[in-house]
C-alpha cells in the first residue's frame, strides 16, 4: 500500500517579536503576489519604499502583546492541532505541519514528505473560505515545491468547507456555552480583502459585484468567492444555534486604505452597535481556525477597547476553533474519508 500522510498549512508567524524577524516575516508575507496582487515592481517599492520602513516596529509591538513564553499562539496552537489529530489517525498516518509563511516552511516540509517516502498526501489549508490571499496561495505554494521537489507525490487538496456540516458542528461545538450566556448580539467578524479580490476570482467577470445582491443570487462564481461563502457560513451557524435575525450581524476587519475593502468594517461597528444599544456583545471570527494576532490583538485587545469606550459594557470574543476536540474530530474524519478511498 502507498505510504500516505497528511498536511496542515496555516497562515504563519515572525520567528520572534524582533523587529528584524518581522520584517522578513512581514517582506514574505505582503510580498505574495496573491496578497498585494499589484505589478512585482509596484510591490516592491511599496514594500521597500513605504511599508517595510515603518510597519515592522508597529507590527513587532502588536505582536509583543499576544506572545506567549512557549512563542507564538498561532504555532503553539497549530504544532497541537497536528498532534492530536496524528494522535486521532494512528502511527500509520503521519501528519505533517507548514506554514506559508515563515517557519516551518512549505519547502522545508515538502522535503521531508520526499525524503520520508510518502506516496500519496492530502493537503489541507487550514481555511474554510477560498481566497486568493489564503486558500490560493497555500495550494499554489506546496504544488510549486510538490512540482520541484517530488513529481511524483500524488497530493488531494480539502477544498474550502465553509458550510460542511461537520465544520458548523465544531464551530457550534465551541461557541454553544458563550452563547448560552446572556448576551445583546452576536458579531461575526471576518476577515477583509479588497473587494476586487472579488471580481478577480469570478471566472465569469459578470456576478460578484455586478449582479444587484449577487451573494444572495445562486451562481457558479460562489465557488470561489469569499463574501458568499462567509456569509454562508453564518447562516448555517445561526440555523443550527437560533440565533435571532435581529441579534447577529457581520462585520469584516483588517483592511487597506487606498481601495474599497468588504463592509461593513468590524472596528466601525464596535463603534455604532453601543449607541443601538448594544451592551452585552459576543463576537466570533470564524475565517480563521486558530486564534492569532488578528484575533487576539485586533479583537480582544483593540476591539474590546473600541467596544468599550463607545459605551458598551460587556465584550466576549468567542474563541477559535483552535485545539478543540470537534475541532480535531472535523479534521480526523475528513482524513478518514480519504483514508478509505483506493489508492491512485
Known amino acids: ?71 507564538s499562539p498561532l504555532i503553539v496552537t497549530s504544532r497541537s492541532v497536528q498532534q492530536k489529530l496524528a494522535a486521532a489517525l494512528g502511527p500509520d498516518t503521519p501528519v505533517y505541519l507548514a506554514m506559508r509563511y515563515g517557519h516551518p516552511s512549505v519547502a522545508s516540509v515538502v522535503a521531508q514528505i520526499a525524503a520520508d517516502g510518502i506516496a500519496e498526501l492530502l493537503l489541507f489549508p487550514q481555511y474554510p473560505h477560498y481566497a486568493m490571499s489564503s486558500w490560493e496561495t497555500v495550494v499554489v ?7 520541484r521537489q517530488a513529481p511524483r507525490l500524488r497530493v488531494t487538496t480539502v477544498q474550502p468547507f465553509y458550510a460542511d456540516a461537520d465544520y458548523i458542528a465544531a464551530l457550534h461545538a465551541v461557541s454553544a456555552p458563550f452563547l448560552a450566556q446572556p448576551h445583546d448580539h452576536v458579531l461575526f467578524s471576518y476577515h477583509g480583502i479588497p473587494e476586487r479580490h472579488l471580481r478577480k476570482a ?18 457558479p462564481a460562489h465557488a470561489t468567492c469569499y463574501k458568499a461563502q462567509c456569509l454562508a457560513t453564518t447562516r448555517a451557524l445561526v440555523a443550527k444555534t437560533g440565533i435571532p435575525a435581529e441579534k447577529h450581524s457581520v462585520s469584516f476587519q483588517s483592511r487597506l486604505a487606498g481601495e474599497p475593502w468588504l463592509s461593513p468594517f468590524t472596528d466601525h461597528e464596535l463603534v455604532r452597535l453601543p449607541k443601538a444599544g448594544v451592551k452585552n456583545l459576543l463576537i466570533l471570527c470564524p475565517a480563521f481556525t486558530t486564534d492569532c494576532l488578528e484575533t487576539l490583538e485586533e479583537i480582544q485587545g483593540e476591539g474590546r477597547e473600541t467596544f468599550l469606550a463607545a459605551g458598551g459594557e460587556n465584550f466576549q470574543q468567542i474563541p477559535c476553533l483552535n485545539d478543540h476536540p470537534a475541532f480535531i474530530d472535523f479534521l480526523a474524519a475528513r482524513a478518514r474519508r480519504w483514508l478509505r478511498q483506493a489508492p491512485a
Open 141 to 147: 505554494r506546496v504544488m510549486e515545491e510538490v512540482a
Open 1 to 71: 500500500m502507498p505510504k500516505r500522510a497528511v498536511l496542515l498549512v496555516n497562515l504563519g508567524s515572525p520567528d520572534s517579536t524582533a523587529v528584524p524577524d518581522v520584517r522578513r516575516y512581514l517582506r514574505e508575507f505582503l510580498g505574495d503576489e496573491r496578497v498585494l496582487d499589484v505589478p512585482a515592481a509596484l510591490r516592491w517599492a511599496l514594500l521597500e519604499g513605504i511599508i517595510l520602513r515603518t510597519r515592522p516596529k508597529k507590527s513587532a509591538h502588536a505582536y509583543a502583546e499576544i506572545w506567549t513564553e512557549a512563542g
Open 202 to 219: 469570478d471566472s465569469s467577470r459578470a456576478h460578484c459585484t455586478m449582479v444587484a445582491d449577487c451573494c444572495a443570487t445562486c451562481s
